[in-house]
């Protein structure tokens, strides 16, 4: 290994040292959360400034099977910033239930360790193997409470479901290579151009291999009709974890679309473009409406995930039609969500920090009254969620929808459905909001109070939301950077 290999993947194995940090300060210091944390939030910082130092000058390492540019930068920051805020929002929920701590952080730093290699993936093995690193250490997660039922019912559908679409994936990237002769990206990008202009024959086996990478990346990013274990996973979860998984995998899975479909796929992506509308358009729409019929406020925000899912590849579908813009508001998108999806979770997940309460809306009643900035904090989460200016959700779905209608064609169909399952949207979100201020509670709150570090993580999603909705603008200059530095 070189010593310029070195300084480029410093970020990386800044992370992985920081997970084994964290590892050693619970054997010298066992049960001690505030060593762990220390350890944590410590090591966090120091990877987001090495990310911020070896991102200001664009370099290749390992012969080109691993990059860092503008857009490795930007995930890696909100990737950092992810599980910054789950470890911020966890102790609280954790403790009670006698779940450690310190291991939490540990796994969670660990998954980070896979999303940052897939952003920085130039070589398809390399892709392969970022994307395991992140899911495992996700498994490990939903199960996390191992006494509790549903959390291992969970786990066991998240891991099978799991490793039948990585299985999949993987048919499918050895079809890719097989065709193309080469596992770099830059490679099979310059062979699949060649076919499309003619100079290299047509192969049957590119079609087997797009339907397998596909299928895949659909059951990653939990699209209709590969969605079937993100409710269970995400209801049995500790809500702590619920919240990340949320967040964390989808954009790490949106991060492996960009380096295969936008990097290496995209001299075919005229034929990929009719697969993807369709898949934004049931995603949104079924998930939107599975959403209404919840009662439990987790299962809920599972189903809106999805529906999420589908307003994101609206901007894949506006970029593969054409609009570099697309891909800004996709990344736009990813960062907005991240926080106001975190924000909300954060609540849910301080309702329920004595054991035996649930997610159910009965547990939302009243607490306008009983806790007033705690529901005026889920309001403005579930007005951005909604898509109300002037949110980070409102500008948010904006940006991927004006692309997809300059697009023009069968994309402006597939925006006008975007407003509509944005307004259905809003009849389920709301109804957090009215039983929180106009419902009685139903029994006697638990007035203790929340611990600093859940504040801290509130008060932070919360002037993200706000700053990303007025002021776009400098986060529109880091993303338009990203995109551009797709090749």
Known sequence: MAWADLVTIAPLAGAILVAAAIVVADMIRPGDRTAALIVSFAGLAIVAALTLLTGRTPADAFAG????????????????????????????????????VAEFAAVLVFAMTGAMLISASADLLVLFLGLELMVLPGYLLAGYAKHDALSTEGAIKYFLLGSFSSAIFLFG??????????????????HLSSMVSGSAPFSP?????LAFLTTGVAFKIAAVPFHYWTPDAYQGSPTPITGYLSVGPKVGAFALILRLFVGALDPVKADWLVVIVVLAALTMTLGNLVALTQDNVKRMLAYSSIAHTGYMLVGLAAYAAGRIEGIEGLLYYAAAYTFMNLGAFAVVAALQRRPGVTSQLDTFA????????????????????TGIPPTAGFFAKFSVILPAIQ??????????????????????????????????PAGEADRSPHSSLVWTGLWATTVLTIVLGLFPGPLLAIVGDAARALP
């Open 65 to 100: 099977a691993y990059r860092v540019d503008a857009l490795t930068t930007f995930l890696d920051l909100l990737f950092v910033s992810i599980v910054a805020l789950t470890i911020l929002f966890a102790p609280d929920y954790l403790e009670p239930r006698g779940l450690p």
């Open 205 to 209: 086996g590119l079609a087997m291999g």
């Open 366 to 385: 009243g607490l306008g009254r009983r806790e007033p900035i705690l529901g005026i904090l889920m309001t403005l989460f579930m007005l951005s969620l």
């Open 173 to 190: 990237l050895a079809f890719i290579w097989g065709l193309s002769g080469s596992t770099r990206i830059a490679d099979v990008a310059a």
């Open 407 to 440: 697009a023009g064609g069968w994309l402006t169909a597939l925006a006008v459905l975007a407003v509509l399952n944005a307004a259905a949207a809003a009849f389920y979100y709301l109804r957090v909001v009215v039983y929180m201020f106009m419902r009685e």
